[in-house]
């Protein structure tokens, strides 16, 4: 699962690592990025620039009272009705530089924070759908590498930078989309330790990504 993750990069961090353009509203850094809030994505329609983009997608068959879908499994996105045409037709990158997961221990649930080792920002493989008007979107999973799996069993699916433009090209055949969505090397990665202030979305401050002493 992936609940929360950072964006602590600056526009022009972006801009040359990913060759894209950002919106004048993309609002950066992001230390808590949380369902529910417009996020820095960038959608298949528009491969050149990133846009915020509400995180999650509440289904018409899902009640009023029912919490947003925020991910899909990669194992059965290409199956579930609620999914399938996005998978097929409606892909995004969701940028990113790290993100929480929390493993359980005796004195309750410990947050860690996942990045590259290098401290580059990445994406996360991403569908999208229309809701009222506007895109929304999920973020795929899948198994756990070596470093997350001591934590959770699950992690956000990151793609390498050559599979960018395949994950959004309306040319790529399904069964090679399928193909990359694989757990990230866990030789580019490392995890540590953060604040329990993480829990709480209203927190956003910087002090979120600094290492638990």
């Known amino acids: 699962m992936c609940g929360r993750y950072t964006l602590s990069k600056a526009e022009d961090v972006l801009r040359d690592y990913l060759g894209v353009e950002v919106a004048d509203d993309v609002d950066l850094p992001i230390y ?6 417009h996020l820095p994505v960038i959608l298949d329609i528009q491969p050149g620039r990133i846009i915020p983009v509400l995180w999650g997608i509440k289904p018409g068959w899902a009640g009023a009272r029912s919490s947003l879908l925020i991910n899909a499994r990669s194992e059965t996105v290409n199956e579930k009705p609620t999914f399938r045409k996005s998978f097929q037709s409606r892909r995004c990158l969701v940028v ?15 947050p860690f924070r996942i990045t590259m080792k290098s401290g580059d920002p990445f994406v996360f493989a991403g569908i999208w759908q229309e809701i009222d008007g ?80």
């Open 96 to 110: 990113a530089d790290g993100f929480f997961e929390w493993q359980a221990t005796e004195d309750g649930k410990q």
């Open 32 to 37: 808590n990025a949380s369902p529910g809030q």
């Open 134 to 213: 506007q895109p929304a979107y999920v973020i795929l999973t899948t198994a756990a590498n070596e470093v997350t799996r001591p934590i959770h069993d699950r992690m956000p699916v990151i793609l390498e930078p050559a599979e960018l433009e395949p994950w959004l090209s309306p040319e790529t055949r399904v069964e090679d989309v399928q193909k990359l969505l694989n757990p990230y090397p866990e030789d580019s990665m490392k995890a540590y330790p953060v604040s329990k202030a993480v829990n709480s979305s209203r927190n956003q401050d910087a002090g979120l990504i600094d290492p638990l002493e």
